[in-house]
């Protein structure tokens, strides 16, 4: 069973950066594809950016797409997300997630998530 821990949200003014961490234990990391979501209160959390179990393949939401990059580092159990050119309706709780199968952009399809991390940014 894989824990997971996000980390590096914060407040930040649009066209401002963020880097977000995902701190993975407990299994074998580079296993999984992962998947970073975000969740405004009262909407359903959606996709933000993807990774393969190798990282050779990536996918974005078409809202991030050229603005956020996902990296991962099997090594060090650790996925990342750079967040450039923020924008104030960025603003969510942003969630890392792992699953089994070779890539989703489907939550439900994820078994593992970690609490969150809250990134703000205003205008």
């Known amino acids: 069973q894989v824990q997971l821990e996000e980390s590096g949200g914060g407040s930040v003014q649009a066209g401002g950066s963020l880097k977000l961490s995902c701190a993975a234990s407990?299994?074998?990391?580079?296993?999984?594809?992962v998947g970073w979501f975000r969740q405004i209160p009262g909407k359903e959390r959606e996709f933000v950016a993807g990774i393969v179990r190798d990282g050779d393949t990536t996918d974005y939401a078409g809202s991030v797409k050229g603005r956020f990059t996902i990296s991962r580092d099997n090594a060090k159990n650790m996925v990342y997300l750079q967040m450039n050119s923020l924008k104030p309706e960025d603003t969510a709780i942003y969630y890392c997630?792992?699953?089994?199968?070779?890539?989703?952009?489907?939550?439900?399809?994820?078994?593992?998530w970690g609490r969150g991390t809250q990134v703000t940014v205003s205008s």
């Open positions: 997630a792992a699953t089994g199968v070779y890539f989703s952009a489907y939550a439900p399809q994820y078994n593992y």
């Open positions: 407990g299994g074998t990391f580079s296993g999984y594809a």
